[in-house]
């Protein structure tokens, strides 16, 4: 576990998180994208705009979980993940 306020992880560390896990649930306003990462290979700009948030710095809430990352917070995708 790392906690954010002493930690930051910067856009390298983000994209380095992001090629350890299988599934990243980010959420966006509303919405929620899910990417698989063995189909979909993303480019770093894509990753990039779902993980990094305005300060530059990995958004918050994010959680891992085995193999899956969940980014910002929704209730659905956390029961998902965490009921497994």
Do not use: C, W
């Amino acid at each position: 576990m790392v906690d954010a306020k002493k930690r930051k992880m910067g856009e390298k560390e983000a994209l380095a998180l992001a090629g350890q896990v299988d599934t990243i649930h980010a959420t966006r306003g509303t919405r929620v994208i899910t990417i698989d990462m063995k189909a979909a290979k993303p480019d770093a700009a894509t990753l990039k705009s779902l993980l990094i948030g305005p300060s530059g710095n990995l958004r918050a809430p994010t959680l891992r979980v085995g193999r899956t990352l969940l980014v910002g917070f929704d209730e659905a995708a956390y029961r998902k993940v965490l009921a497994k």
